[in-house]
């Protein structure tokens, strides 16, 4: 399926005809060009169900940003990503893609974090922690290519096809803010906390740390908190006097 999606898109993109932008089951990518509320009314969004949502509204860097295929998210096959931030190691993830047969590149530094996950989750079999994992802190010389680097803050979203995972990866400067919450509703990624406090005011949230992981799925719950969950209770318990929810399962 890879070699066919490659072939059919590098034919199609050269002539401008059309761009295959989502394979696979489980993740539905919509895209648009335009402000929010035009892109829901757009897609129907209003009237759509699902567990897991990522939204973005920025254009992607390195790319001009003024056709629908250039927006967020970006997905390869069952993985999905929107991304702040600049990946400065573009050149070298896109070399390393290319010599494990990747070539179907619409031009955007976003793009290489879903086909590098989708390469270390579904081609060598990593689970979704671990291949995060490699993205911020690498693996070894093999997999040097699939590390990322310069100032950036990714949300991910990932289905098994069993499961849906919800990611969250910052560089290991913390250059681009991410904020992590959960109630007893759901989990949230966000640049902010104030996205997170319009949803859920009553949510706990906390920071990742500087190249950390932040994983959580449908069935397992909370997989890494991407910090030290010490801290996190301690701050919120002793601090601010909120009380942990026990029972909260992924819905974003």
């Known amino acids: 399926m890879k070699k066919a999606f490659n072939t059919l898109n590098k034919e199609t993109f050269h002539h401008l005809r059309g761009r295959i932008i989502s394979v696979g089951g489980g993740i539905k990518v919509l895209k648009g060009v335009g402000y929010p509320s035009d892109i829901a009314k757009l897609h129907n969004i209003y009237n759509m169900e699902g567990d897991l949502w990522l939204a973005h509204t920025r254009q992607p860097t390195n790319s001009p940003g003024w056709m629908p295929f250039w927006s967020h998210p970006f997905s390869s096959f069952n993985i999905a990503i929107v991304h702040n931030g600049d990946i400065s190691s573009?050149?070298?993830?896109?070399?390393?893609?290319?010599?494990?047969?990747?070539?179907?590149?619409?031009?955007?530094?976003?793009?290489?974090?879903?086909?590098?996950?989708?390469?270390?989750?579904?081609?060598?079999?990593?689970?979704?922690?671990?291949?995060?994992?490699?993205?911020?802190?690498?693996?070894?010389?093999?997999?040097?290519?699939?590390?990322l680097d310069g100032p950036y803050a990714v949300a991910i979203a990932y289905s098994s096809g069993n499961d849906l995972y919800l990611g969250a990866i910052a560089d290991k400067s913390k250059f681009r803010p991410i904020i992590?919450?959960?109630?007893?509703?759901?989990?949230?990624?966000?640049?902010?906390?104030?996205?997170?406090?319009?949803?859920?005011?009553?949510?706990?949230?906390?920071?990742?740390?500087?190249?950390?992981?932040?994983?959580?799925?449908?069935?397992?719950?909370?997989?890494?908190?991407?910090?030290?969950?010490?801290?996190?209770?301690?701050?919120?318990?002793?601090?601010?006097?909120?009380?942990?929810?026990?029972?909260?399962?992924?819905?974003?």
């Open 180 to 252: 992590i919450g959960e109630d007893n509703e759901a989990y949230y990624v966000a640049s902010e906390e104030a996205q997170i406090r319009k949803v859920s005011p009553r949510a706990k949230v906390w920071t990742l740390e500087p190249g950390g992981v932040f994983a959580a799925s449908l069935r397992e719950g909370i997989i890494n908190y991407g910090r030290n969950k010490e801290d996190i209770d301690f701050f919120f318990n002793e601090i601010v006097g909120y009380s942990n929810p026990d029972n909260a399962h992924i819905r974003c």
């Open 90 to 147: 573009f050149g070298a993830n896109m070399e390393f893609l290319r010599a494990k047969g990747y070539d179907s590149f619409v031009g955007t530094d976003s793009e290489v974090i879903a086909m590098l996950l989708n390469y270390l989750i579904n081609e060598i079999n990593l689970n979704f922690y671990d291949a995060l994992n490699i993205l911020v802190n690498g693996r070894g010389k093999e997999l040097s290519g699939a590390k």
